[in-house]
């Protein structure tokens, strides 16, 4: 079945680059998605990524998808500590529901 | 403000009492799904309507729970004879076919927090 995998903590300093990484196992896999989460609340939608393609930037947002070794990363450019939240990385196929596959999130942590 | 939302935010309930939640999905939005998150965990599926039709359901979801749409609008949760197990937070999300990217981005609420004692 589909697995997805992240590191579970990560801590950078106030303006130093942010990687959130992410490793998944379905080779059908369409699309990927970065969500945030923070205390008690639900998921964000950060953004998203088509599996034909590299790359996205988004503002401070840069995603990075490796196909054929099934890495994806989230790169937070300049990060705040509005930012400290979990980071889940997701992931759909084409099926009829197209329901989200996730990690188990990454605790990013910005230090001041 | 048009984002999902649902209700009640928090709930806490016996061993063996039935709960039963709300989620208004975004207006337009034709397909809704229910996730169920642990602790320390990404939420994972549930069940999946489009319009009113309930098209999948994972193995998850045993017969104590039910799903309703009864007009492709707002959705109801409802787990009969909680148990402790059941304790988690459900996230709500909705998508649309029509509109947006062909993404099909799911938009979730804030979820109800389960507490069963």
């Known amino acids: 079945g589909e697995d997805v995998e992240q590191s579970l903590f990560l801590s950078v300093r106030e303006g130093d680059s942010s990687v959130i990484n992410c490793t998944y196992t379905?080779?059908?896999?369409?699309?990927l998605y970065w969500y945030k989460q923070e205390p008690g609340a639900g998921l964000q939608l950060l953004t998203y990524?088509?599996?034909?393609?590299d790359m996205k930037q988004d503002q401070r947002l840069t995603v990075l998808l490796n196909k054929k070794d099934k890495h994806l990363s989230l790169r937070i450019a300049d990060t705040q500590t509005g930012d400290s939240a979990i980071y889940f990385c997701?992931?759909?196929?084409?099926?009829?529901?197209?329901?989200?596959?996730f990690g188990s999130g990454t605790q990013l942590t910005v230090l001041p | 403000d048009t984002g999902v939302s649902q209700d009640p935010r928090h709930k806490i309930t016996k061993r063996g009492q039935n709960v039963t939640f709300r989620c208004d999905p975004i207006?337009?939005?034709?397909?809704l799904y229910w996730y169920r998150q642990t602790l320390g965990q990404g939420p994972e599926f549930l069940t999946y309507?489009?319009?009113?039709?309930?098209?999948?359901k994972s193995r998850l979801l045993s017969d104590r729970f039910s799903a309703e749409r009864p007009k492709g609008s707002f959705s109801t949760l409802e787990i009969q004879r909680t148990e402790q197990g059941d304790s988690a937070m459900y996230l709500c999300?909705?998508?649309?076919?029509?509109?947006?990217?062909?993404?099909?981005?799911?938009?979730f609420g804030p979820g109800t927090r389960l507490t069963v004692t």
């Open positions: 990524i088509f599996s034909n393609m």
């Open positions: 999300a909705s998508s649309s076919l029509r509109t947006g990217s062909v993404g099909g981005e799911q938009y």
């Open positions: 379905d080779s059908s896999s369409t699309y």
């Open positions: 997701a992931e759909t196929t084409m099926g009829s529901a197209r329901q989200l596959t």
């Open positions: 207006s337009e939005h034709n397909r």
């Open positions: 309507f489009q319009n009113e039709a309930q098209l999948e």
